[in-house]
């Protein structure tokens, strides 16, 4: 730590902070470019603080107000003002190291978030939202104060892209839960979301000119269960709800192989022309749709036609991975057909990295899903430019059980505790892939075991800020005890936000490891976390909770009578 004129500097990767007013400073996850604590030169929100916003950036305004609202109880006008007196500032100015780069500067009667792009200003309202105490994520009002600490804050991030990606393939999961789980990527500066929409137990999305796909492919999940699917307007208001929030949703359609859904909603797709049962197995690699018949390939068209139509991203993801049941040839004569269909609808293309040998195009994307440190399709696709997106199976994918002892995951990748999740570098992991070969990274959630919303919980946090810090912050913060410090810090924010996250014993959590979420208000509400025994008063009527559980739009105690009893 050092003393420039005034201000007090330090390396925004090590513990040693100046003061306890300068405390949140040393628990931002990802860890900023650059922080410098300022004193005497915090600023609290009170009821007459207004969100001053420049042009095209009244999106933004307008969702830091609904997260700073419910907490405060305070208006926080949204207001378009050039040349404002006070308040929190969006302005445009240029923004350091690149396009999604902010700078963050607070004074006593100010915070300013400056950026070019509007993507820039929500990574710098993350940060304001981190500055805040935690209990400013908590959905009703309780007191203040709403103190952000003396700072100026110099931050971008290392990769274009930091992305996770939900399978609501294996377990549906409903437009709610999605929404809620884009609600937390936001906070860690997450800007794509992989949604994977179709496998072998349940295609999720429906395609108006192959019907059966949902009614009948989307019926069942693994397990058994009624399945389900998103409606096109459903997709649309994920994607919207996902922009809102600076977040690019990329599709996929798994192909050809994790097929067994399609296969058996339409007969014509397979070789014999019998449609096999629908099944809620684990199991993988034994699907493929027929290579020699014309209508795979309509049906593949139609697919992304409908898809594209409906995805404002530029990304289509077309799987490719474990196509075990299609011959070499086969799977090159597919490739073949299918990649110049992704273009001809307007979308660039993702995969899994299996795919890219079957092109010598270098703009399309493979995702890398190895466990291994060397693969020679991926290192010759680097050495021809293509950009690799980094997702090892040993280190990011976040279905992968914490040890041997955890409830949920699977471990055929190996367990991966939060530790193994950080200490990686994505720019050095496949050798022959250098940094600057690098798209960004991306942390898979697979579904085999997820059920429900406190099943994300416990999977995804704490280890999907581990990822978000790889794709953010410069290589040369990366420290594991410094992380841990800020990452325990975060437990209380979780708390507030009633996520059921995972104790782990790595991390040296604030308020200690059994510290228990925040007693929920006695009216019902959603996304709240609610203990058997509980009360709540919803339309007069007072119910008795009869087992834990995350609360969701339309688990109102009327309607779900598995959760909820009259007291």
Not at 281 to 296: A, H, N, P
Not at 428 to 446: D, I, K, N, R
Request: net charge neutral.
């Amino acid at each position: 730590m050092a003393v420039v004129a005034g201000t007090i500097v330090w390396n925004a990767g090590s513990e040693g902070v100046g003061s306890a007013a300068a405390e949140p400073l040393k628990s931002i996850v990802p860890v900023p470019v650059s922080v410098q604590a300022v004193p005497d030169a915090a600023y609290t929100i009170t009821m007459s603080t207004k969100i001053y916003v420049a042009p095209g950036a009244r999106a933004v305004g307008d969702y830091l107000a609904g997260v700073l609202r419910p907490s405060t109880g305070f208006p926080l006008d949204v207001v378009e003002n050039p040349t404002p007196p006070d308040g929190i500032i969006l302005q445009n100015a240029s923004a350091p190291g690149n396009d999604q780069g902010y700078e963050l500067i607070t004074s006593t009667t100010s915070v300013t978030i400056r950026a070019s792009t509007n993507a820039g200003f929500m990574s710098g309202a993350q940060t304001l939202r981190q500055l805040l105490p935690a209990k400013v994520e908590y959905r009703w009002q309780t007191p203040g104060p709403w103190t952000v600490p003396g700072a100026k804050i110099s931050d971008y991030p290392r990769f274009p892209y930091r992305g996770a990606m939900l399978d609501v393939a294996r377990h549906f999961h409903p437009v709610a839960t999605v929404k809620r789980y884009l609600d937390q990527l936001a906070l860690y500066k997450i800007n794509f979301f992989h949604l994977h929409l179709s496998d072998d137990q349940g295609w999720r999305i429906v395609v108006d000119s192959w019907p059966r796909l949902t009614t009948h492919g989307g019926s069942t999940q693994v397990g058994g269960g009624p399945g389900g699917f998103f409606t096109k307007d459903e997709y649309k208001d994920i994607v919207a709800y996902a922009a809102a929030r600076q977040i690019t949703v990329i599709p996929e359609i798994d192909l050809p192989g994790h097929t067994n859904a399609a296969l058996s909603s339409y007969a014509e797709l397979n070789c014999n022309g019998t449609a096999p049962p629908l099944r809620t197995d684990i199991e993988v690699g034994y699907s493929s749709l027929c290579i020699s018949k014309d209508v795979t390939y309509k049906f593949v068209e139609d697919v992304i036609r409908e898809l594209a139509e409906i995805t404002p991203g530029p990304y289509l993801h077309i799987g490719g991975d474990e196509a075990n049941a299609t011959s070499d040839r086969d799977y090159q004569t597919f490739m073949d057909k299918v990649l110049p269909l992704v273009g001809k609808y307007g979308k660039k293309i993702f995969g899994w990295h299996e795919f890219v040998k079957t092109t010598k195009d270098t703009t399309v994307v493979p995702q890398y899903w190895g466990t291994t440190t060397s693969n020679a399709v991926v290192q010759a696709a680097a050495a021809r430019g293509n950009k690799i997106l980094m997702s090892p199976a040993n280190k990011a994918y976040l279905d992968m059980k914490y040890n041997s002892s955890t409830p949920l995951g699977l471990s055929w990748a190996g367990m991966i505790e939060v530790q193994d999740a950080y200490n990686w570098n994505p720019g050095t992991h496949v050798s022959g892939v250098q940094e600057s070969s690098v798209l960004g990274v991306e942390a898979p959630l697979w579904t085999e075991t997820i059920v429900k919303p406190e099943h994300i919980d416990y999977m995804v946090f704490p280890r999907l800020p581990a990822i978000a810090e790889l794709g953010w912050s410069p290589w040369s913060t990366h420290d594991w005890n410094a992380f841990k410090a800020r990452l325990g810090a975060q437990g209380a924010r979780w708390n507030f936000m009633g996520i059921q996250f995972y104790r782990s014993t790595q991390v040296p959590w604030d308020g200690g490891p059994t510290t228990t979420s925040p007693r929920p208000p006695t009216a019902w509400a959603a996304y709240t976390s609610y203990a058997a025994e509980d009360k709540v008063t919803y339309n007069g009527t007072t119910y008795k909770c009869l087992q834990q559980h995350m609360s969701l739009p339309g688990w109102e105690p009327p309607n779900a009578r598995a959760l909820w009893a009259p007291a």
